[in-house]
């Protein structure tokens, strides 16, 4: 008979899955209580959670909301990297910190509703953010705007300049 305490856990949990555009599986196991405080102040600043869960509480949430998950991912020490608005996010904030601790080190990734396995981990790392996109659109969009300003306007600066010169001619 499972304890209130534990209900609970799995019906948050639930929660948080199926709001979650990503959710990143990793091992934290290695890191010191310094470490894994300044990851998840950079999760936090990032809009990222992350929670260290029991396996067979993610088990039940993950099967209750219908996720198919690799059956690797329920052994050993389990910390979930959820993101909400960014997917990319937890991802960029990992392989930063990974650069410097080596860990921690990704089990699978639950990316907007598909599973992948750890391997196509740097491949979302790698991915712009929404805001980089946004921006490289907004430059692609700008730049035909700008060349054709210019080319009216060269015309125009061309026409002025010899107007200026017959002035100067008849003066």
Do not use: W
């Amino acid at each position: 008979m499972p304890n209130t305490r534990n209900i609970k856990s799995v019906e948050s949990l639930k929660e948080k899955l199926s709001k979650a555009n990503s959710i990143y599986f990793t091992d934290f196991i290695g890191l010191n209580v310094s470490d894994v405080t300044s990851l998840r102040r950079k999760f936090y600043d990032n809009g990222v959670e992350y929670l260290v869960v029991k396996n067979t509480l993610l088990k039940i949430a993950s099967s209750e909301n219908n996720i198919d998950l690799d059956d690797a991912l329920f052994s050993g020490s389990t910390a979930i990297a959820l993101s909400y608005d960014e997917p990319v996010a937890a991802a960029k904030i990992i392989k930063d910190f990974y650069k410097d601790h080596n860990l921690p080190t990704i089990k699978g990734i639950l990316f907007e509703g598909s599973y992948l396995q750890s391997s196509e981990f740097d491949k979302i790392a790698n991915l712009p953010s929404k805001d980089e996109s946004l921006t490289k659109l907004a430059m692609m969009l700008k730049s035909p705007i700008q060349n054709f300003s210019n080319l009216i306007s060269v015309p125009m600066v061309n026409l002025v300049n010899v107007l200026k010169s017959l002035e100067k001619i008849k003066v």
